[in-house]
């Protein structure tokens, strides 16, 4: 675990080096929007040809499964419709970095160098997004990152040539969270995250969209990585009588491992529990399906969500999956194949700068996220849900209760105050 | 944070994690003691255990059927790995650690074709469900009677260790195997014995474990370190030195996170090392 963790004055440091870097770069092509003069394609002409691209996951190592995921729902959109789009064909080849940066980034300049990718899509960890999304805009090839969440990534060390494509960052998620717990009339709450990047943005998130309501967290926790026995974090919720708890984890084990001990220490019907998009996965509602029935969270993926995408998604999933529901890895993967087929039908072959805007500038009606635009830094602009577990047809699934469209990622601040801000620490949650 | 309801609770969970971590490194501290064999396979076990106990309990929805289960399948599974490859290396004790490295990969790779990337926990049909109610303070009977089943286990070990003849030859041979050898005891199927007892603790800890903690892809490791640490705390060969390892890791593993949250791990290494310098033989352990 070791590998996601960045420790903060490097972070820091390297954020204010990146952030001067990138200012310097938006300085030089004025606003990116306007920047790109793509060349509208005449009737029936649009260039045809080859997309090239290099899918960097962590196939192996501690975060296999996710990255599996991330990969299978790539995959999954391409199997299903066919790898050619308006006469452009989409060629993948996949690299494993192990959730390493330093071997993303070795496999992401052989992909640029020897394989002459157009675009790199990946990896999954945050460090190893920002290393990737670095190199590839130094040489101006685009990026695409279906799953990293890392605020950075679109504000202090955002670049032109690099776009969060299949999901939204940290803390714009779980911002909603709080506003509907305190909407809900939840006085007090007490946070439970990870204690490293991820977790810092997404409690800031709630902590924030709870107070700007009127609301106030009485008390936030941090869990290192690889805890697996959560019962004195559970007591320490139930200590603090909040009204609700905000509980946060980046996928996997710790959802379940949490919910089991919550449940055994009978706060099941007692503490007003919401969870985020990763701890309420379809990994945990395979585990644990009734004894959570009805239970909530707040995430940018809700696949009982009644939408023909959703469906046409989860069925071909199921059908390659034994049956399986797609959790957000597999929906970024998705989302990003979608994304790309959507783009390259309207204008033909695009690469480059021209990629990125042709992705920037478009607006996803009917995505499997629902309504997503683009902002200026490259990052989803598009809904959240509030959802719940319920039982549909015999499986467990996220339907949304609640939906709060076009949320950005500025948590109701300007751009310019919000990245003048620190990075989100234990320390500094906004 | 010093309310007696908030204590007691925390002494519980710490007390209860402190169980689990007792069926884990009893098993492991035996085959330690007795072999010489750092069996770093050991966390594989309790996975495969834990694996077998939850796709059993899931089809039975009974818990001990799930556990014996569990310990044929994993008690196989080590008889297996000591006939067929550790006596090849027997006494050379790279070989043999690596070899046990190597056998942890393996399972831990056919557990990840065969039970996929969930974790996996008990199903409800399966654990104890409910809570202890007294006063302000509740407590879940399952994790009581995770305690009550490490209680039992440990005086059964503690009696056959000290009443038997079987106990006997094996504490003989922690201190001294030429000499037990000598003695014209068969060391050899004594080795493969105790090997395949401390798997099935293992077994045991893997299959009770799934209702507290959920078994997935790395758990083998992340179990293993915590039994080493329990079984250099306590001694090697020792299950009382295993036993109260594992209360003072869980207590403190409880007390820390709650109290020090950002020295959670340091405290759990913190009391290793200072057994080391001070006793490097363990708290129980004899010197060799």
Same mark, same amino acid.
């Given at each position: 675990?070791?590998?996601?963790?960045?420790?903060?004055?490097?972070?820091?440091?390297?954020?204010?080096?990146?952030?001067?870097?990138?200012?310097?770069?938006?300085?030089?092509?004025?606003?990116?929007?306007?920047?790109?003069?793509?060349?509208?394609?005449?009737?029936?002409?649009?260039?045809?040809?080859?997309?090239?691209?290099?899918?960097?996951?962590?196939?192996?190592?501690?975060?296999?499964?996710?990255?599996?995921?991330?990969?299978?729902?790539?995959?999954?959109?391409?199997?299903?419709?066919?790898? *050619?789009?308006?006469?452009?064909?989409?060629?993948?080849?996949?690299?494993?970095?192990?959730?390493?940066?330093?071997?993303?980034?070795?496999?992401?300049?052989?992909?640029?160098?020897?394989?002459?990718?157009?675009?790199?899509?990946?990896?999954?960890?945050?460090?190893?997004?920002?290393?990737?999304?670095?190199?590839?805009?130094?040489?101006? =090839?685009?990026?695409?990152?279906?799953?990293?969440?890392?605020?950075?990534?679109?504000?202090?060390?955002?670049? /032109?040539?690099?776009?969060?494509?299949?999901?939204?960052?940290?803390?714009?998620?779980?911002?909603?969270?709080?506003?509907?717990?305190?909407?809900?009339?939840?006085?007090?709450?007490?946070?439970?995250?990870?204690?490293?990047?991820?977790?810092?943005?997404?409690?800031?998130?709630?902590?924030?969209?709870?107070?700007?309501?009127?609301?106030?967290?009485?008390?936030?926790?941090? @869990?290192?990585?690889?805890?697996?026995?959560?019962?004195?974090?559970?007591?320490?919720?139930?200590?603090?009588?909040?009204? =609700?708890?905000?509980?946060?984890?980046?996928?996997?084990?710790? !959802?379940?491992?949490?919910?089991?001990?919550?449940?055994?220490?009978?706060?099941?019907?007692?503490?007003?529990?919401?969870?985020?998009?990763?701890?309420?996965?379809?990994?945990?509602?395979?585990?644990?399906?009734?004894?959570?029935?009805?239970?909530?969270?707040?995430?940018?993926?809700?696949?009982?969500?009644?939408?023909?995408?959703?469906? *046409? @998604?989860?069925?071909?999933?199921?059908?390659?999956?034994?049956?399986?529901?797609?959790?957000?890895? +597999?929906?970024? &993967?998705?989302?990003?194949?979608?994304?790309? %087929?959507?783009?390259?039908?309207?204008?033909?072959?695009?690469?480059?700068?021209?990629?990125?805007? %042709?992705?920037?500038?478009?607006?996803?009606?009917?995505?499997?996220?629902?309504?997503?635009?683009?902002?200026?830094?490259?990052?989803?602009?598009?809904?959240?849900? $509030?959802?719940?577990?319920?039982?549909?047809?015999?499986?467990?699934?996220?339907?949304?209760?609640?939906?709060?469209?076009?949320?950005?990622?500025?948590? !109701?601040?300007?751009?310019?105050?919000?990245?003048?801000?620190?990075?989100?620490?234990?320390?500094?949650?906004? | 944070?010093?309310?007696?309801?908030?204590?007691?609770?925390?002494?519980?969970?710490?007390?209860?994690?402190?169980?689990?971590? @007792? #069926?884990? %490194?009893?098993?492991?501290? #035996?085959?330690?003691?007795?072999?010489?064999?750092?069996?770093?396979?050991?966390?594989?076990?309790?996975?495969?255990?834990?694996?077998?106990?939850? +796709?059993?309990?899931?089809?039975?929805?009974?818990?001990?059927?799930?556990?014996?289960?569990?310990?044929?399948?994993?008690?196989?599974?080590?008889?297996?790995?000591?006939?067929?490859?550790?006596?090849?290396?027997?006494?050379?004790?790279?070989?043999?650690?690596?070899?046990?490295?190597?056998?942890?990969?393996?399972?831990? /790779?056919?557990?990840?074709?065969?039970?996929? &990337?969930?974790?996996?926990?008990?199903?409800?049909?399966?654990?104890?469900?409910?809570?202890?109610?007294?006063?302000?303070?509740?407590?879940?009977?399952?994790?009581?009677?995770?305690?009550?089943?490490?209680?039992? $286990?440990?005086?059964?070990?503690?009696?056959?260790?000290?009443?038997?003849?079987?106990?006997?030859?094996?504490?003989?041979?922690? /201190?001294?195997?030429?000499? =037990?050898?000598?003695?014209?005891?068969? $060391?050899?199927?004594?080795?493969?014995?105790?090997?395949?007892?401390?798997?099935?603790?293992?077994?045991?800890?893997?299959?009770?474990?799934?209702?507290?903690?959920?078994?997935?892809?790395? =758990?083998?490791?992340?179990?293993?370190?915590?039994?080493?640490?329990?079984?250099?705390?306590? &001694?090697?060969?020792?299950?009382?030195?295993?036993?109260? !390892?594992?209360?003072?890791?869980?207590?403190?593993?409880?007390?820390?996170?709650?109290?020090?949250?950002?020295?959670?791990?340091?405290?759990?290494?913190?009391?290793?090392?200072?057994?080391?310098?001070?006793?490097?033989?363990?708290?129980?352990?004899?010197?060799?």
């Amino acid at each position: 675990m070791k590998s996601m963790k960045t420790s903060a004055p490097v972070r820091r440091a390297g954020a204010a080096a990146l952030g001067v870097a990138a200012v310097l770069a938006l300085a030089a092509c004025a606003p990116p929007g306007a920047a790109q003069p793509s060349e509208a394609p005449t009737e029936g002409e649009t260039a045809t040809g080859t997309l090239k691209v290099g899918y960097i996951s962590p196939i192996t190592g501690n975060f296999a499964i996710a990255g599996q995921e991330m990969v299978d729902g790539w995959n999954l959109y391409w199997e299903v419709n066919g790898n *050619e789009v308006n006469g452009v064909t989409v060629e993948t080849i996949v690299e494993d970095d192990a959730g390493n940066p330093e071997t993303s980034l070795t496999k992401a300049k052989k992909l640029v160098e020897s394989d002459g990718v157009d675009v790199v899509i990946g990896p999954l960890l945050a460090n190893t997004a920002l290393a990737v999304a670095a190199y590839t805009s130094s040489v101006g =090839i685009p990026s695409l990152q279906p799953v990293a969440a890392a605020d950075d990534l679109t504000q202090r060390q955002a670049n /032109d040539l690099t776009v969060r494509t299949g999901s939204q960052s940290g803390s714009q998620t779980n911002f909603p969270g709080g506003q509907w717990a305190a909407g809900e009339g939840h006085k007090t709450a007490v946070t439970l995250c990870p204690d490293y990047a991820f977790g810092w943005e997404s409690c800031a998130g709630f902590k924030q969209g709870f107070e700007s309501e009127g609301g106030e967290v009485v008390a936030q926790y941090w @869990f290192p990585n690889g805890t697996s026995d959560f019962s004195t974090y559970v007591s320490q919720i139930q200590a603090a009588g909040a009204d =609700i708890a905000f509980v946060a984890t980046a996928g996997g084990a710790p !959802g379940p491992d949490f919910l089991r001990s919550f449940l055994g220490l009978g706060l099941g019907g007692s503490q007003e529990l919401l969870m985020n998009c990763c701890g309420m996965d379809q990994a945990t509602l395979r585990a644990l399906g009734p004894e959570i029935e009805g239970f909530k969270s707040v995430s940018y993926w809700a696949e009982g969500r009644d939408s023909d995408a959703v469906r *046409e @998604f989860s069925e071909a999933y199921g059908e390659a999956y034994e049956g399986k529901l797609p959790s957000a890895n +597999v929906a970024g &993967g998705y989302m990003t194949a979608s994304l790309v %087929a959507a783009v390259l039908d309207e204008n033909g072959l695009v690469t480059g700068e021209e990629l990125v805007s %042709a992705i920037t500038e478009y607006t996803f009606e009917d995505s499997i996220f629902g309504r997503v635009s683009w902002d200026e830094f490259n990052n989803t602009v598009g809904p959240v849900y $509030i959802r719940e577990v319920q039982e549909v047809d015999g499986k467990w699934v996220n339907v949304p209760i609640e939906t709060f469209e076009d949320v950005d990622q500025w948590l !109701g601040k300007d751009p310019e105050e919000a990245m003048q801000q620190p990075t989100y620490s234990q320390s500094f949650q906004g | 944070m010093f309310e007696p309801v908030f204590l007691a609770q925390q002494a519980l969970n710490g007390l209860s994690f402190g169980a689990l971590l @007792f #069926l884990l %490194a009893s098993g492991l501290t #035996l085959v330690f003691g007795l072999m010489r064999i750092v069996n770093l396979a050991h966390g594989a076990f309790y996975m495969l255990g834990g694996y077998i106990g939850v +796709v059993i309990a899931t089809l039975t929805g009974n818990l001990l059927v799930a556990v014996i289960a569990a310990v044929v399948a994993v008690g196989i599974t080590a008889l297996v790995v000591e006939v067929g490859l550790l006596r090849f290396v027997r006494g050379q004790e790279l070989p043999e650690v690596l070899l046990t490295v190597g056998v942890s990969f393996v399972i831990a /790779d056919l557990c990840l074709a065969i039970f996929g &990337g969930d974790p996996r926990t008990l199903p409800v049909s399966a654990t104890i469900t409910g809570s202890l109610t007294i006063g302000p303070l509740t407590y879940p009977w399952y994790r009581i009677f995770v305690m009550a089943v490490a209680i039992v $286990i440990g005086i059964a070990l503690a009696l056959v260790q000290s009443r038997t003849r079987v106990g006997a030859i094996v504490r003989a041979g922690v /201190d001294d195997r030429e000499i =037990i050898a000598a003695m014209g005891v068969n $060391i050899r199927w004594v080795f493969t014995g105790m090997f395949v007892v401390g798997a099935a603790l293992a077994a045991i800890g893997g299959t009770i474990g799934a209702g507290m903690i959920s078994v997935r892809p790395g =758990i083998q490791d992340e179990v293993l370190l915590y039994a080493l640490v329990v079984v250099i705390i306590g &001694g090697l060969g020792s299950v009382p030195g295993a036993a109260v !390892g594992s209360v003072l890791i869980g207590l403190i593993d409880a007390f820390a996170k709650a109290w020090i949250p950002d020295l959670a791990y340091f405290t759990i290494f913190a009391p290793m090392a200072l057994v080391l310098v001070l006793r490097p033989t363990g708290l129980f352990g004899k010197a060799a």
